[in-house]
């Protein structure tokens, strides 16, 4: 044996100590503090019999929870992930009381509640302990990562990895181009600074890129283009489809397993990820066969259905699962805190925080991000080919604080810190990465619609069409990536109960459906899409009543005269095929406006009427027809200009003075550099080959 392998034997003997003896002295401190925790007889012993006991405690205990935990959280990966979340603890206050029946010293005893805050309490001990003296040597660091990766890939024949480069994107779900270089700037994103070369000294490893979403500026639409080739169809975050009668809704499982296999039928190509891939937090698999918090396949039951085979990974070291927990319970309290304070501080514009959503935000802050970058690291440490991970955490705190607030550059921060710990884990990864953070959308700030007129877009709809408005104002349903995740972890993955999903009973009246500041209305009682010349005879008021609304920017609908136009205000009536940028109804709605329109006016379920919000181009902001001040789902603003950011090594995602246009060029840009990487690849065919060279 070398002399390495021996200090390394020698360091793990003694970092084992270590953590053995903290855990002793833990379990000493809560026994003195604790009145229904003991480590002696009721007659009372001495310090060196108590301090056995605790020594044989936390070792038994140790040793339990190395052997017996992973297997007991296997099984209990058929409850739902956040159910087995919170039976963490009770499973690990179990495994104290047996700890403690089974000491050889045969003393010690404590009260069911007791065990549990016990074992919380060690467990994070032990493991704090035992990453400390492990970072503190690096043969020993390395040897930690790579018994990880041995767990995270089965069936690994223990050779080494491949020498060339894999590639990890991580999107930062509804961080804006400009919102990120503030970011930077402020000093609220060190490391995503030291990769831009500010202040590093040594220049840049990253390169900063805009690029432009299309008019359905959302996840469902950019991750689809992104990871399967193809977001044809996808006019909103949510539309209603009269042939199947029913409405799509992208962070709907079933609806996002459909929208995949349409995708993979128009391109038949499986996906981004189908060679050695693996799809992490996202709405769609890529066609990964390796999947975490995958909301495509969260509807599945059965062995089919791996996506949650990463809550495994991640709850089967207790100490994970207490850190989360209390990292949880924190950001609660934070959100009660903050959402209290505007309250209080009559901010505006402020939509309700109440209910669910300091818990939902709590999910998609810290259950979701530690899960999520749990995996990637593992993925790393294993040497797939290529991972994609979404982290939603700021869109679901823009939504409800402002894509500018100081609740969300916090969350920025906690993201910087995420991409910091991925950079370490490449250095031990058994190839090299190439790292590339990107995001899906930026957001728009301003107040919500129903707040500025004190009505509802759909109101306003049933008030053109002579139908009668209720007295009683309803909120706008508002949904985000968050929310559907957690419904996943819950195994509720459906989500909205009842007929929310299909139209009335009383057919002749309109569906209308919020993306964002973008709205859809569609008639059900019509089987094709109505033409403006239709809707004009059957509801004469409703056109102009939209159009000439002072919080609507323009109209789209079908014209049996000339294909389709746009209406605005003041009589604006432009055809579709003259539209263009700057001017009409899209003047200040910035470049590629007259193309988004163009394009999503070609799809075969594009609503009846689709209609975007006012905008003001000076301040920024638009109006949300859901109860949100940080939005996105249609044309402008921020909303529709996210950001790529990737390592030099790599080529220039566009030539120079080309503006990245749509996210099915990001899904061209990010095959060719796998290419790049010459790792195994997803093949091509002949005519995509011909369009890579033309992008």
């Known amino acids: 044996m070398g002399h390495g392998r021996w200090r390394s034997l020698v360091s793990g003997v003694w970092r084992s100590i270590a953590v053995w003896a903290a855990s002793t002295v833990t379990m000493l401190v809560l026994a003195a503090i604790l009145p229904d925790f003991r480590l002696e007889s009721a007659a009372g012993d001495s310090v060196t019999r108590v301090a056995v006991t605790a ?70 001990v032990a493991s704090a302990t035992g990453a400390a003296l492990a970072v503190r040597d690096d043969d020993a660091y390395r040897r930690r990562l790579y018994r ?16 060339t480069p894999g590639a990890v994107f991580v999107q930062l779900d509804g961080v804006g181009h400009d919102v990120l270089r503030a970011a930077v700037d402020k000093g609220l994103m060190p490391t995503v600074a030291s990769w831009l070369g500010t202040g590093n000294g040594w220049g840049p490893t990253h390169r900063l890129t805009a690029w432009r979403t299309d008019w359905s500026s959302q996840t469902g639409a950019s991750q689809l283009g992104i990871l399967h080739g193809s977001n044809h169809d996808i006019p909103a975050f949510r539309w209603y489809e009269k042939d199947q009668r029913e409405v799509m809704v992208c962070n709907r499982p ?35 066969d390796q999947l975490a918090l995958v909301l495509s396949v969260s509807a599945r039951r059965g062995k089919e259905n791996r996506s949650r085979a990463g809550y495994f990974a991640y709850f089967s070291d207790p100490a994970n699962a207490v ?18 304070r505007a309250r209080i501080g009559k901010q505006r514009p402020r939509v309700a925080r109440g209910g669910l959503y300091p818990l939902v935000r709590a999910f998609a802050t810290v259950v979701e991000r530690d899960v999520v970058v749990a995996a990637v690291i593992g993925d790393m440490l294993a040497g797939r080919n290529a991972v994609y991970a979404d982290l939603v955490a700021y869109d679901e705190v823009a939504h409800h604080s402002g894509p500018h607030s100081r609740d969300a550059e916090k969350v920025l921060q906690k993201l910087d810190r995420a991409l910091a710990l991925l950079a370490q884990v490449a250095e031990h990864a058994p190839r090299p990465y190439r790292i590339v953070v990107l995001s899906d959308h930026g957001q728009s700030p301003g107040e919500t619609f129903q707040t ?24 706008t349903h508002s949904e985000a990536e968050a929310r559907a995740a957690v419904r996943a972890a819950l195994r509720r993955p459906v989500e909205e109960s009842g007929d929310r999903h299909r139209p009335g009973r009383r057919h002749f009246e309109p569906v209308v459906l919020a993306s964002g500041n973008l709205g859809l209305v569609s008639f059900p009682a019509v089987p094709d899409r109505m033409s403006k010349e239709e809707i004009d005879r059957r509801h004469p008021a409703l056109l102009s009543t939209l159009a000439h609304h002072p919080g609507i920017g323009f109209v789209l609908v079908r014209s049996e005269e000339h294909g389709g136009v746009v209406l605005g205000a003041h009589g604006a009536e432009v055809p579709v ?44 902001e638009v109006l949300a027809f859901e109860e949100q001040i940080g939005s996105h789902g249609g044309l402008g603003g921020a909303q529709g200009r996210p950001f790529l950011l990737s390592p030099v090594a790599l080529s220039a995602p566009a030539e120079d003075g080309a503006e990245l246009v749509g996210a099915e060029r990001l899904h061209h840009v990010f095959r060719r550099w796998l290419r790049e990487c010459n790792g195994p690849q997803v093949p091509l065919t002949a005519g995509e080959n011909e369009n890579e060279r033309a992008a």
Not at 96 to 121: C, F, Q, W
Request: proline content about 5%; glycine content about 14%; hydrophobic content about 45%.
């Open 148 to 163: 990880l990766a041995d767990r995270r890939r089965k069936g690994g024949d223990g050779q080494a990895g491949p020498v």
């Open 323 to 340: 850190r989360t927990a209390m990292a949880f319970v924190a950001e609660v309290v934070r959100e009660i805190g903050q959402s209290t």
């Open 452 to 475: 500025r007129y004190g009505l509802s877009l759909g109101n306003l709809v049933r008030a053109g069409c002579g139908l009668p408005v209720p007295r009683r104002v309803e909120r």
């Open 55 to 124: 020594a044989a405690g936390a070792g038994v205990f140790g040793l339990l929870s190395s052997l017996v935990w992973p297997l007991l959280v296997r099984l209990l990966l058929l409850v739902p992930a956040l159910v087995l979340g919170l039976l963490v603890f009770f499973l690990n206050g179990s495994l104290l009381l047996v700890a403690l029946r089974i000491n050889p010293s045969g003393r010690g005893d404590a009260a069911p509640e007791t065990a549990v805050v016990v074992a919380a309490v060690m467990s994070a």
């Open 254 to 288: 079933t609806s996002a397993a459909e929208l995949q296999r349409r995708a993979i039928e128009r391109t038949g190509d499986g996906g981004l990820l189908t060679v050695d891939g693996a799809s992490r937090g996202n709405l769609f698999s890529g066609g990964a």
């Open 577 to 620: 095929d003259r539209l263009a940028d700057g001017t009409g109804p899209l003047a200040g709605f910035g470049p590629g406006a007259a193309d988004a329109v163009r394009r999503t006016h070609s799809f075969p379920h594009t609503a009846d009427i689709m209609i975007n919000s006012w905008y003001d181009p000076e301040a920024g």
